[in-house]
């Protein structure tokens, strides 16, 4: 029982300190990199990791480390993307479509690779079922399958 109390106690004392560390930290333009993992939740692997890719820049003063915070925020937005068909636009039917499996075969490209031309090219995905599909008119132009 009192082991169990001071436990709950701890917790209660990092949960206050988590908190007001938030709090200071919400303001700021510059992070150090202690203060961008606290305020995105992340570890600071994750983030050194970001930054050795090219997908964060950090600036260094002396000995610290320090992270725009609108780089962060630009970073971790998730863009609202328009999920509902356009006007005139439906499913063409499994006829007319390739499921990604398909496509993959057919052409030989992997899936991520695949995934990445689709959006790059604004191309519509229809979820039927557990497949996804693909007009087929839309993907035979990109690989310019209608000239073979």
């Known amino acids: 029982m009192v082991r169990k109390g001071k436990v709950e106690k701890s ?10 560390d938030l709090e200071k930290i919400k303001p ?3 992070l150090k990199i202690t203060q961008a993992t ?6 600071r ?9 090219g997908q964060l820049d950090i600036a260094k003063f002396g000995k610290r480390t320090v992270i725009r915070r609108c780089d962060l925020e630009a970073f971790f937005a998730i863009p609202v993307q328009d ?9 063409p039917g499994f006829d007319n479509c390739y499921t990604i499996t398909e ?14 031309l689709i959006q790059r090219q604004g191309i519509v995905k229809y979820s039927v079922g ?3 599909c693909v007009a ?9 399958a209608g000239e073979r």
């Open 130 to 132: 557990k497949f996804t």
């Open 28 to 30: 700021l333009e510059f």
């Open 103 to 116: 496509i993959q075969q057919k052409y030989n490209i992997s899936s991520g690779a695949l995934y990445l």
């Open 45 to 53: 692997s994750t983030l050194y990791r970001l930054v050795n890719n």
């Open 136 to 144: 087929k008119q839309d993907i035979d132009i990109i690989f310019n």
């Open 11 to 20: 917790n209660n004392e990092i949960v206050q300190l988590l908190n007001t």
């Open 38 to 43: 606290l305020l995105f939740g992340i570890s």
């Open 83 to 91: 999920v509902t068909l356009k006007t005139g636009q439906q499913f």
